[in-house]
């Protein structure tokens, strides 16, 4: 007989066992036909220009930060919801406890949309679209000689 970590075990094993079968099966079913329009590198809606480790807006973080704050911030409201709004309480306190919870409620949001107004007048919202700056360098190779090595080191034909 297996003991209680045992069967946690058996069923960790069998979950990964699962999915490796699936996975297994679906490289056999799915359909694989690439094309340079599925192998082209996708980002956020635009095509990559320049080198990869050129500088990019921070906007992206920021945007992503807000939202997650926003997101968890509101996230609270839910098991607040469930504590404040039990019956029993507001019976005994005549109706008072459910206004009291309603206006910590309304003072919370209230708190979240000042903070998304000074997000907003400090211009973290706005979404401004970057030129891209490629680096620049001074060589005293000629640029021929690299585009000559390009060609002759290059997999595919120049367009």
């Known amino acids: 007989m297996l003991s209680d970590f045992g069967v946690i075990f ?6 990964f066992a699962f999915i490796g079968g699936v996975l297994f099966l679906a490289s056999f079913l ?25 500088q990019f807006n921070a906007r992206f973080y920021v945007v992503a930060l807000i939202f997650v704050l926003f997101d968890v911030e509101l ?14 309480l507001i019976a005994q306190t005549d109706g ?6 309603l206006t910590e409620a309304f003072l919370f949001v209230g708190l979240l ?3 998304l107004a000074y997000a907003w007048a ?4 706005d979404w401004v679209k970057p030129q891209p700056q490629l680096p620049t360098t001074d060589s005293k ?3 021929s000689l690299y585009g000559q090595v390009n060609e002759k080191y290059s997999s595919r034909p120049k367009p």
């Open 75 to 88: 996230v609270f409201l839910f098991p607040w919801a469930t504590v404040f709004g039990q019956r029993s």
């Open 30 to 54: 799915r359909p694989d036909r690439p094309n340079p329009e599925k192998l082209s590198t996708y980002e956020s809606g635009e095509e990559p220009i320049g080198n990869a480790s050129v």
């Open 96 to 101: 008072l406890w459910g206004w009291f919870a």
């Open 10 to 15: 058996l069923f960790i094993v069998a979950a």
């Open 113 to 115: 949309a000042l903070g």
């Open 122 to 125: 400090k211009g973290y919202l």
């Open 141 to 143: 190779v000629p640029p």
